[in-house]
């Protein structure tokens, strides 16, 4: 197929035997919202299938649909979302304190979007560049003097970057690791680098959360990898490199935040404790998996079965949220326009299109508030919090929200 190649070995560890255990079918790019003049032309689809090394404990996509595809155009800005925005605050913050870097210091971001990250950093007289290979998003932050770099990092660039803006003491990688196919050239990269003293700080969606909490809609083509501790660490030693300290966070539907040093350095326990309860909790075996693949179909009969009898009793019901979750959610469900009226959605170029495969029209909240339907989806489901509070008016008035997983429920 093209733009689509087959993975013939594990990520981490090259183990040729590699067990699939789910397949969502074939979808369009979770990303990939359709403008309404396009909306007649047909769309790429590619095949969403989940496989697990029992060799490293790495969980991956069999397959790898090509980098220049998915990222064109990439449709998502880090600053149009408020709780990213504070989440972002609170690590720059940390990582200022945690190493007690002096004013000046250099921090590179990989993955820096429109800036968002690096704005914090800059507020804090840090020097900062940011790396983006998308171009519809990089100029943003070049607005906000934020010298941008427009390239996927791999080795090259890094010899690059290091030659013109020197050896950075901190380099960030947040919700881009998972994108990431060649994760050895990517880390030989940041080995080149990295400043000798420096970190390289890392934060991923943390597999066994995903697992745990039935998060099955958080796979789609651009999240290459699943990772746990264990086969991290694995990876980092293979290159010289020690994962120093880990912490968990709630962003993301729970991810984990590493710290990773060149060479041999003083680890904290809580690394050690992390990869203890992954294994106390099978995540180094095949049938956890199988299990969660049972749950999942259990998850996408039970949501259709509701959304069914709700449409019999006459309900309207929309999406909340168009993330590109929601469209894995919608695509493996078969949810489209015979069921949500609408998306609505705070993004400026969200609004207007389609969302791809289902082709439901997204929307602006204008809509949603003139006329609150009597069920909204939740597939915005990460900010469950922030958005059952916001929308405490709509729900005084009767209105419901679905919120699909870990299983299921109306609130
Ligand atoms: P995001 O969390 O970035 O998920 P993904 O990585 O799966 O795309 O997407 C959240 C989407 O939800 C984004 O399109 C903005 C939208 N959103 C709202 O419409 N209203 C809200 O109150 C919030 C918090 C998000
Ligand atoms: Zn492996």
């Given at each position: ?15 040729k035997?590699?067990?699939?255990f789910l ?15 396009r909306?007649?032309?047909s769309?790429a ?7 697990f090394?029992?060799v ?14 998915m990222y ?5 800005t ?7 925005k ?9 990582i ?10 250099l ?5 820096s ?16 560049l ?7 998003v990089?100029?943003?932050?070049r607005?906000k ?12 660039p890094a010899r ?18 998972a ?7 990517f ?6 680098l990295?400043?000798?003293?420096g970190i ?19 796979i789609?083509?651009?999240?290459l ?10 990876l980092?030693?293979?290159f010289?490199?020690?994962i120093?300290?880990?912490e ?5 539907g ?7 040093s ?10 050690d404790?992390?990869?203890r309860?992954?294994?106390q ?14 749950r ?9 079965t ?21 469209n894995?959610l ?24 389609f ?15 003139a006329n609150?339907p009597?069920?909204a989806?939740?597939l915005a ?31």
């Open positions: 197929m093209e733009g689509l190649i087959e993975l013939n070995q594990c990520r981490v560890c090259k183990n035997e590699l067990n699939k397949s969502l079918g074939s979808m369009p790019l979770a990303n990939s919202f359709i403008k309404k003049e909306i007649a032309s769309e689809y590619f095949p969403l299938d989940v496989c090394c029992s490293c404990g790495m969980v991956q996509l069999a397959q790898v649909v090509d980098p220049q595809i064109k155009d990439y449709n998502y880090t600053g149009t979302s408020e709780p990213m504070a989440h972002f605050n609170g690590l720059a913050t940390q200022v304190k945690k190493f007690n870097l002096p004013t000046g210091s921090i590179a971001d990989i993955g979007n429109d800036g968002t990250l690096l704005q914090q950093f800059k507020d804090m007289n840090m020097r900062v940011g790396i983006e290979p998308a171009s519809n990089a100029p943003l932050a607005a003097g934020i010298d941008t770099v427009e390239e996927f990092f791999s080795e090259g690059k970057i290091r030659s013109g803006w020197g050896q950075p003491m901190v380099i960030t990688a947040t919700n881009v690791f994108h990431v196919n060649n994760l050895d050239d880390i030989i990269g940041i080995f080149n990295l400043d000798d003293r390289f700080v890392v934060e991923v969606p943390y597999m066994v959360e995903m697992l745990k909490k039935v998060e099955f809609d958080t789609y083509h651009e999240h990898s699943y990772f746990a501790l264990r086969p991290l660490v694995a980092f030693k293979r010289h490199m020690q120093i300290d880990v968990r966070l709630e962003v993301h729970g991810s984990i935040r590493i710290y990773v060149k060479g041999e350095k003083k680890t904290e326990a809580a690394v404790s992390l990869i309860s992954e294994s909790s099978g995540f180094d075996r095949i049938d956890t998996y199988g299990k969660f693949a049972q999942v179909n259990r998850i996408r009969d039970g949501l259709v509701l959304l069914k009898s709700l449409k019999i009793q006459g309900k309207s019901i929309v999406g909340y949220g168009a993330p590109a979750k929601g894995t919608l695509n493996y469900c078969k949810i489209g326009t015979e069921t949500l009226d609408y998306i609505a959605d705070t993004t400026d170029f969200k609004q207007g299109c969302s791809p495969g289902s082709h439901i029209p997204v929307i602006s909240f204008d809509g949603f508030y609150p009597d069920y989806l939740l489901w990460n900010y469950a919090d922030a958005i059952l509070n916001k929308e405490w008016s709509y729900r005084q008035s009767g209105g419901k929200f679905i919120v699909p997983i870990p299983e299921p429920k109306i609130i």
